[in-house]
């Protein structure tokens, strides 16, 4: 469903009781453009391609995508280079890089390293400099710990600049890294001396995990142990909560195109789709996308108006959505039939991305935990 006019304006930490999660006309020109984008440059034969290639990504796509767009800068302020919006046009972008699951850095550059960064940067600093690079989509950066760590699992993996980190996703291609460690968070800069970054096989190729060593390297201190730690959860948050706008973005194409398919598919001079026991699976599966639409919106809103209830919405959000995309995926490589296992069909992108979603940025498991830690239940 769309909304002509923008939702009504909230004050941060004080938001509306009844949020607006309709989309904006603002936030569908914003998925009209990229859409348009990766049907021309990250369509299915291009994308798997993309897999067999040595290059994990298309250069030319993400300078279209951060600086055509604009879609590097979404949670920057203007101050500082970007464009100001809020987590609600950021979940767009990642809903729509979700139904393509286009080879891009841009949940772990454009999301957790820049959210990371935002709870640390002021007018001037160092902080500040890195935001504005990138924004401007010239450098990338991630946060150097494991991809499957949850937003209220952060430790700081390291002493010191000296140790290895696994299963750093997207470090391969990163310009800087965001390193926390017990003397405080700090910015390596990928080629300088003492760091090495060995790229792993993952499960989805279309998001490369790294192992990064670090042997007595040097960086620029961003924060003390105690506001890095800060930082980074802030920073895991957030990409726990738009994560499910990525994950919904697979759903709903597993769910159109398998509703595609089977409508063309014949057999016994019917339709298979027309076939009552596959019409049960698909309104079922409608049912969770639509609900899987409400969590990730939520959990949009509630990180855009900086919401006291934005933990707890992540966690709803992640704990509901993950279970959303492995279920639409796998719905969508058994309804293809036999096209459906084959490496040409795009089938097995989406299955393997809902999977390696599944445990980014903490499993439904710990987001349910935490779940039962935020809510007060009543007493018995």
């Known amino acids: 469903m769309t909304a002509p006019t923008q939702p009504p304006a909230t004050t941060p930490g004080q938001p509306s009781a009844t949020p607006d999660l309709l989309y904006s006309q603002d936030e569908e020109d914003l998925r009209s453009a990229v859409r348009a984008l990766l049907a021309d440059r990250a369509d299915a034969p291009t994308v798997i391609a993309a897999t067999e290639a040595d290059t994990p990504y298309d250069l030319r796509l993400w300078e279209a995508l951060a600086t055509g767009i604009g879609a590097a800068g979404l949670l920057v302020p203007e101050k500082l280079g970007g464009q100001g919006a809020s ?30 960064l ?21 450098r990338t950066a991630v946060l150097a710990v494991p991809l499957a760590t949850p ?25 800087v890294l965001l390193v926390p460690t017990a003397e405080g968070l700090y910015a390596v800069e990928a080629t300088a001396s003492g ?63 398998t509703v595609r398919y089977t409508r063309e598919r014949h057999q016994f001079n019917r339709p298979v789709g027309s076939f009552q026991s596959l019409k049960h699976r698909m309104a079922q599966l409608w049912l969770e996308v639509v609900s899987a639409r409400a969590a990730a919106r939520k959990a949009a809103d509630a990180l855009a108006t900086d919401s006291p209830d934005a933990p707890l919405a992540v966690a709803v959000a992640q704990a509901y959505c993950s279970g959303v995309a492995v279920h639409a995926a796998e719905e969508c490589v058994q309804l293809h039939g036999g096209i459906g296992m084959t490496w040409e069909h795009p089938a097995h992108l989406y299955l393997k991305r809902a999977k390696a979603d599944s445990i980014a940025y903490g499993s439904a498991g710990r987001h349910r935990e935490a779940v039962a830690e935020l809510v007060e239940l009543p007493a018995p």
């Not at 987590?87 to 972008?93: I, T």
């Not at 700081?156 to 299963?167: F, I, K, N």
Request: proline fraction near 6%.
């Open 87 to 116: 987590h609600r046009e950021a979940a767009v972008v990642l809903e729509e890089l979700g139904r393509s699951v286009a080879p891009a850095p841009y949940l772990t550059s454009s999301v957790v390293a820049t959210e990371t």
């Open 118 to 138: 935002l709870a640390l940067a002021g007018d001037d600093g160092p902080a500040a400099a890195l935001l504005t690079e990138l924004a401007s989509g010239a």
């Open 151 to 175: 937003p209220a699992g952060a430790r700081a993996a390291l002493a010191t600049l000296d140790g290895t980190v696994r299963g750093i996703a997207d470090a391969a291609v990163a310009d």
């Open 195 to 257: 760091v090495a970054v060995e790229p792993l096989v993952p499960l989805d190729l279309t998001r490369p995990l790294a192992t990064l060593t670090l042997t007595a390297a040097t960086g620029t201190l961003l924060a003390t142990p105690e506001s890095g730690a800060t930082a980074v959860a802030r920073g895991l948050l957030a990409g726990a909560g738009l994560l499910a706008s990525e994950q919904l973005g697979i759903a709903e194409w597993c769910l159109t195109e």
